[in-house]
């Protein structure tokens, strides 16, 4: 068995969420810039994205 590290886990404020998903809509960031910019992974900015 491999011993994997995993990376540790973020923890974003209904507001951080909010103000990401209104760069995606009104900025035009894609998925992977706020990726990137958050830290997050592409499940959790999808779903910020759907739930706006």
């Known amino acids: 068995m491999t011993?994997?590290?995993r990376k540790e886990r973020a923890n974003f404020?209904?507001?951080q969420k909010?103000?990401?998903?209104k760069?995606?809509?009104?900025e035009d960031y894609t998925s992977k810039q706020i990726m990137?910019?958050?830290?997050a992974?592409?499940?959790a900015v999808s779903r910020w994205?759907?739930?706006i």
Not at 23 to 26: D, E, K
């Open 18 to 21: 909010l103000e990401y998903a």
């Open 3 to 5: 011993n994997k590290i």
């Open 36 to 39: 990137e910019i958050s830290g």
């Open 41 to 43: 992974g592409q499940t």
């Open 13 to 15: 404020t209904p507001d």
């Open 23 to 26: 760069l995606m809509t009104a």
């Open 49 to 51: 994205k759907n739930n």
